[in-house]
């Protein structure tokens, strides 16, 4: 019989009892099968210690999803990887709007509009036919932090006074997307109020991580080929999803990466995102 820890001490600095099933619901969203998911869990329990912090599980658990299946373990690791594209939230606006881009919107970033009283810096506006969403990117640094009530209250009161200023008629919707989760009172207080969300626990039955995944839309910092500094290099080109270097040979090479690393950072994405490297990247098959 396993022995499972009692408490495990979160990254908030809460103690939360620990879960062996939650720990499983959160490998769910991996490509694992469900049996899969059972087997890495247990492993996961018996190799812990008796009181565990949240790094402790997450470490544990992505060493073992690696030796199962590496794609699993990069799903499993996509919210540290969106953390990672810190610790300035613009880089994350900027992966929101090339999600909204893989949707086919049009998008915009940091675009000013006049509310009824005052005027709103937007981070994205996403355009589509007639639809035109403005989003509130809310990144976090600090692995631990939800969105509560009051970063709810206060996206709502922008969205209101917006709706009343001259561009107010063309608005379709207003989304709050952030790195994190959201506390249960903002959860309920946005299904009250048409406010979208998008984050590790919203939308309900599909959050934002499961769509990340369904698309195939990793960020650069998903990547394991490439130094980091590499990495910080691109993204203030402002390349932040892994499957857009396919498009940049010349700036890796440039960057210091030799032929044959390039070689192995394209099959990287090309494993990922399962998309065609011919004539992209050299060394690609």
Known sequence: MSRQPTVVLKNSGEFQPFSKEKLERSLAHTCLSPHACAAVAEEVVLGISANPTSNEIFEKTASALKR???LAATQYSLKRSLFDLGPEGHNFETFVARYFERLNYQTFECVTVQGRYVTHEIDVVATLLKER??????????????????VALYVKARWDDVKEGPEGKTLSGFYLASNTAFSGDALMYAKGTGLKLLG??????????SQLINLKLYPITSLTKIDKTIKRE??????????????????LLSLGCSEQEVSEICEEICFLTKESCENKILGCN
């Open 133 to 150: 969403l403005f989003v509130e990117c809310k990144f976090h640094n600090r692995l631990g932090i939800k969105n509560d009530i009051k």
């Open 68 to 70: 199962k299946s590496k």
């Open 234 to 251: 691109a993204i203030a080109k402002k390349i932040v999803l892994a499957k857009d270097l396919l498009d940049h040979k010349e700036l």
């Open 200 to 209: 590790v626990n919203a939308p309900e039955g599909q959050s934002f991580l």
